[in-house]
């Protein structure tokens, strides 16, 4: 069986630090509606809010008092549909959700515009009366197609802002206004017209018409928000996970049977049943059977954990092989897999550094283009241009600006990353912790209960010659047993462990500070300090003695135990290192991290952990008192380092703080997950490394995000304002530029650590 229990410690209980309303905003088409939301809100006295344009969510951490009904009222004043978490907006009413009337406006205008694009585009198919032809196939598209994009403009332009439905809005209305103006009165409806196509401004004259950028930079547009609505469905899709992970009824025993009930009427003390392939309600304690239980999805452990009788299980988790009777601890909000999601909630509200700047120029971009388009329409008139041809220079301007890629840049990147890092037991408690993750260099580690178990066990038994080791740990693990000590407790269970059930102990006595004595068959069996066995006459051997010296160099607690006037054993107890720590620590060094462990233990106990880390004894701080620890890190800090601290216990909790980046063992204690800014739910320090990776992976991608973001806009824009973008192009260019954000941006749905790589 697996020393390690498949879930939560009974102390472990994840506390998100603020209480959180979470909305779901519909109609948001940029980062620039998500600006106005969040500025309606907050204009509110008493209320905090921050609006995910990526999530479509607005997390409200302050309510000023006021009722989710008057907030959303603010919403929907402000142009947009609202709803508490657990209904999208519309969707509770019974109509379409947006990616569904996305999809039904595509299948429309798609064949409508493809048709009116063939026939600007090949002057070989201009029948006759071609362009009124045109005019037939392209309205349906500019006016219905494009209806979204046209009220949100004039709701926009009530509430004295402006988005990319804006830009998308005057766009199409003066690519087809110019054309209708051209067939009715310009000539261009004249029967036998030809008109031919170019990328650039060509040959313009009156007779130019634009229905293809009319109905070809509508269709683009909805096909760019159709699939990036499934994309951005997809980037939150392990968020979407953790609430549906937990299972939905429970076979409870009440009243001496078996009860199938919905698991929200399970509450705290209930017995319930876990069969072979069934999900473990809630958290709970085994009271009966034993099995394996696949915690992957809720602590990132991949390897399935025996549990039996007194192990803790946690709700959401898959019961693999045997029948389980649990008693639930904890149920509804207290659970770990709901306090995982109210966290990722918590994450998702917060803002990065890279986002709070996009969101800055995000909301003079759109009124900036609006400028330069109108600037442009002006310059080519000056300059001589034909109408026609100006008119489609300012209107590229418009349709190839694109609002959508800053905005996405970050949040999206954070989404998948919040998502993915949950799957592998690291809770992100912030865009902020995430964005120092990255950038981290030095990592403290606390010893106990950190790097080592944090528990007592047998680290080596030396015995006088003559003496058989299993018959020695059976008399020695007998006696122990009888004690409450953890010293004594180690032995018994290792005696247990390997030699079965423990004889009868009679006369079993303990002397405080020093030992314990008891009669084992015919043999009265000593155990305790050497200074005690010599106290009451056992002759120690040399050999036994050199052992205790060694232990006490290693820092380990040395007791030996003796019958018959002689001591015959000598026991080293000591903190065993996690498994897996090895081999955790050979991953965090390779990412280039200076490695430092922090500790209150003795100096022999500290460095005996750290040469089995191969981390250098100048590098060991030992002896340390709590208050001290903060200042260790404090000192590291100002040598120029920018340090992230793990721990696991109370003592942790002001280092947690202090540190650049606070890393919280998850079976660690309340205080200290609550100082943190990452919490890694399985323990395995192993993990540490997980959440680097994760990080600097998160961070390269925001980077690129923004580069091309950035990029794509500096580059688009004055080619657009020179001529050379045709409409049509400029509206396909601006929605495969938000695609491209968003795609990128799921790339970290697949990230996996390096030591899951083959």
């Excluded at 990255?438 to 010893?447: E, M, T």
């Amino acid at each position: 069986m697996s020393d390690a229990p498949a879930g939560p410690a009974d102390d472990l209980v994840i506390t998100p630090a603020t209480k959180l309303l979470e909305f779901t905003v519909g109609g948001m088409t940029c980062s620039s509606c998500a600006l106005r939301v969040e500025r309606q809100l907050n204009r509110l006295d008493g209320v905090t809010a921050s609006v995910s344009y990526a999530m479509e969510r607005a997390y409200v951490t302050s309510t000023g008092e006021r009722r989710p009904a008057e907030l959303i009222g603010v919403i929907e004043t402000a142009g947009y549909a609202a709803a508490l978490v657990g209904d999208r907006p519309g969707e509770a009413e019974g109509r379409p959700g947006p990616t569904a009337a996305l999809r039904r406006r595509l299948t429309v205008c798609t064949p409508l515009a493809a048709a009116t694009v063939v026939l600007a585009m090949i002057p070989a198919a201009q029948f006759p009366g071609w362009q009124w032809s045109s005019l037939a196939l392209a309205a349906p598209v500019a006016v219905w197609g494009a209806w979204p994009f046209h009220r949100a403009a004039w709701l926009g332009l009530g509430h004295g802002a402006a988005t990319m439905d804006t830009l998308v809005s005057v766009g199409v209305t003066a690519s087809f206004g110019w054309s209708l103006y051209a067939l009715l009165w310009g000539g261009a409806g004249a029967i036998g017209m030809r008109m031919p196509f170019a990328l650039t401004f060509g040959p313009a004259s009156g007779q130019m018409i634009y229905l293809e950028a009319a109905a070809g930079v509508t269709s683009a547009v909805l096909a760019g928000r159709y699939v990036e609505a499934r994309v951005k469905d997809r980037s939150g899709g392990a968020l979407t996970e953790l609430a549906t992970l937990g299972a939905k009824s429970v076979t409870v025993t009440r009243g001496g049977a078996e009860v199938t009930l919905p698991v929200d009427l399970l509450v705290t003390g209930d017995v319930f049943i876990v069969r072979p392939g069934e999900k473990i309600a809630t958290d709970g304690r085994v009271i009966g059977g034993g099995s394996t239980v696949d915690s992957s999805m809720v602590t990132g452990e991949s390897v399935p954990a025996e549990v039996c009788a007194g192990d803790e299980v946690t709700g959401g988790t898959m019961n693999l092989t045997g029948r389980l009777v649990v008693r639930a601890t904890r149920v509804g909000a207290e659970t770990t897999l709901a306090q995982v999601a109210s966290l990722v909630t918590e994450a998702l509200a917060s803002k990065a550094s890279s986002q709070r700047l996009a969101d800055r120029i995000a909301a003079v971009f759109v009124p900036c283009v609006i400028g330069l388009a109108a600037v442009t329409l002006g310059f080519w008139l000056g300059a001589g241009l034909p109408a026609a041809s100006a008119c489609s220079a300012a209107v590229a301007v418009l349709v190839v600006a694109c609002p959508c890629a800053l905005g996405l840049a970050t949040p999206a990147a954070l989404a998948a990353a919040l998502g993915r890092g949950a799957e592998l037991g690291i809770l992100i408690r912030s865009a902020q912790a995430l964005e120092t993750a990255g950038h981290i260099n030095a990592l403290v580690l606390d010893k106990t209960g950190t790097v080592t178990t944090g528990t007592m066990a047998v680290r080596q038994i030396t015995t006088s010659s003559g003496c058989d080791e299993d018959q020695v740990l059976l008399l020695v693990g007998a006696v122990e047993a009888a004690s409450e000590h953890p010293v004594g407790q180690a032995v018994a269970i290792e005696a247990s462990r390997r030699c079965g059930p423990l004889p009868e102990v009679s006369q079993f006595v303990s002397v405080a500070g020093s030992g314990v004595r008891g009669l084992v068959g015919e043999r009265l069996v000593t155990v305790g300090r050497p200074e005690f066995l010599a106290d009451v006459g056992l002759v120690i051997p040399a050999e036994l003695r050199a052992a205790a010296a060694a232990s006490a160099q290693e820092g380990l607690t040395a007791i030996m135990a003796g019958w018959h006037g002689r001591a015959r054993a000598l026991f080293s107890i000591g903190d065993m290192l996690r498994p897996g720590g090895p081999a955790a620590i050979s991953r965090i060094r390779r990412l280039g991290l200076h490695l430092f462990i922090v500790t209150g233990d003795t100096r022999g106990a500290a460095h005996a952990v750290a040469r089995s880390l191969g981390i250098p004894a100048v590098n060991v701080f030992d002896a340390v008192q709590p208050a001290a620890k903060a200042r260790v890190v404090r000192e590291l800090q100002t040598a120029g380092l920018s340090v992230a601290m793990a721990g696991d216990g109370v003592n942790d909790a002001a280092a947690l703080a202090a540190a650049d980046l606070g890393m919280a063992i998850g079976s660690g204690a309340d205080v200290a997950i609550r100082a943190s800014d990452l919490t890694l739910i399985g323990g395995d320090p192993g993990v540490i490394a997980d959440a680097v990776q994760l990080a600097r992976a998160t961070v390269a991608v925001m980077r690129v995000n923004l580069c091309w973001a950035f990029g794509y806009n500096v580059a688009a824009l004055p080619l657009a304002a020179l001529g050379y973008l045709n409409p049509l192009f400029a509206g396909i260019a601006m929605s495969a530029s938000s695609l491209i954000v968003v795609s990128n941006s799921l790339l970290l749905r697949r990230f996996r650590p390096a030591r899951d790589r083959p």
